[in-house]
Nanobody, 125 residues
Framework: VQLQASGGGLVQAGGSLRVSCVAS????????VGWFRQAPGKEREFVGS????????NIAESVKGRFTISRDNAKTTAYLQMNSLRPEDTAVYYC???????????????????WGQGTLVTVSS
């Protein structure tokens, strides 16, 4: 599966932004889709993921309550909705996919075989 992330940009602190991840291929609904981010000078970190069937998403504690993940399998698209953005949310956001990830490794980069190119989100103070 190939992933294409889009929707990044510049937003003021407190604002909202939604980034999208469009997947190619006909088996999108068999993949868990997730998001990672990497801020300047920092390690890449897990943001959240959602299973192939949709429903409840797993969100990292650092963004819980502000970020949500959803997916539309008919459109082979996943979304990361970011609210109440803070300057520390500035990062390149990557969408990822995996057909083998399980609950115990869902926050691990190595669990995801497919990565999009990343989209930059900049939050100004």
């Amino acid at each position: 599966v190939q992933l294409q992330a889009s929707g990044g940009g510049l937003v003021q602190a407190g604002g909202s932004l939604r980034v999208s991840c469009v997947a190619s291929g006909q088996t999108f609904n068999r993949y868990t889709v997730g998001w990672f981010r990497q801020a300047p000078g920092k390690e890449r970190e897990f943001v959240g993921s959602i299973k192939f069937a949709g429903g409840h998403a797993n969100i990292a504690e650092s963004v819980k309550g502000r970020f949500t993940i959803s997916r539309d399998n008919a459109k082979t698209t996943a979304y990361l909705q970011m609210n109440s953005l803070r300057p520390e949310d500035t990062a390149v956001y990557y969408c990822v996919a995996s057909s083998t990830v399980i609950q115990s490794n869902r926050a691990s980069q190595t669990a995801y075989a497919y990565w999009g190119q990343g989209t930059l989100v900049t939050v100004s103070s």
